[in-house]
């Protein structure tokens, strides 16, 4: 019961959290994911991939609907955003002492896991994709 917990906050964390960040995406624009994705001589269509990665994939991990996939597209995602627009900052810190990747790293991570460990008993779907 104590593991199914974990893995519900682990999934509840990390998917709400970057569904902010999709959230905001989707009432902004992307314009400037766009810029990033051209920028590296990349089809601006692949922008469109965030909204992938940053609200159908939390959704997914939220509410453990293929919770493995969704948290492997957010695993996608966040490496994309690191090559596109973190790659400066791999090795860096900003000045109050903190990774200048950690929030890209905690996702990426915390997405790993929750891949990794599966959903858990409290999700919408079990099996092998859970």
Same mark, same amino acid.
């Given at each position: 019961?104590? &593991? &199914?917990?974990?893995? $519900? ?6 998917? #709400? $959290?970057? +569904? *902010? ?9 992307? @314009?400037?994911?766009? #810029? ?30 293929? %919770?493995?996939?969704? @948290? ?7 490496? #994309? ?9 791999? #090795? ?13 790293? *905690?996702? +990426? *991570?915390?997405?790993?896991?929750? @891949? ?5 008993? *409290?999700?919408? %779907? ?5």
């Amino acid at each position: 019961m104590q &593991d &199914d917990l974990g893995k $519900l906050v682990l999934r509840v964390t990390v998917g #709400a $959290l970057l +569904l *902010f960040h999709g959230v905001h995406k989707m009432l902004t624009g992307i @314009a400037p994911i766009e #810029a990033l994705v051209v920028a590296h001589n990349l089809p601006a269509a692949l922008a469109y991939g965030v909204y992938i990665g940053e609200i159908i994939a939390p959704v997914m991990v939220i509410l453990g609907l293929f %919770a493995r996939i969704g @948290a492997g597209l957010i695993v996608i995602n966040m490496i #994309a955003a690191v090559a596109l627009a973190g790659l400066g900052s791999i #090795a860096a810190f900003t000045p109050s002492g903190g990774y200048a990747l950690e929030l890209e790293a *905690f996702y +990426l *991570f915390g997405a790993l896991s929750i @891949a990794l460990l599966g959903a858990g008993s *409290f999700a919408i %779907a079990g099996g092998r994709w859970n």
